[in-house]
């Protein structure tokens, strides 16, 4: 995938980085919940409503990176003139973030 930056202008803090891990461990741990569901054919519902909570998990962490991308990276692009190009490319990721 081809963006405008190579690396980060501004490095996750070891906080930052440890917050997002830990959820993505948790949603992880949820897949395998679910997998373990359909092992033991439980009901239908039962993993539709996992399926959904996984789904808003991901979207939350989703939103919590586009936030941080958007007051450092594109703030950051937009005071050095490359504004448009920072959004443009915002703009795609979020348009397949939202499918």
Not at 18 to 24: C, S
């Amino acid at each position: 995938m081809d963006s405008l930056h190579e690396h980060t202008l501004k490095p996750r803090t070891d906080a930052e980085k440890k917050a997002v891990t830990n959820r993505l461990k948790r949603i992880e741990g949820q897949v395998r919940g679910i997998q373990k569901m359909i092992d033991e054919d439980r009901y239908c519902v039962d993993i539709l409503v996992q399926i959904s909570a996984i789904n808003s998990a991901l979207k939350r962490v989703g939103f919590e990176v586009a936030e941080r991308h958007i007051k450092h990276c594109v703030s950051d692009a937009v005071k050095s003139g490359e504004g448009d190009e920072a959004i443009d490319e915002l703009m795609d990721v979020l348009n397949q973030f939202t499918k």
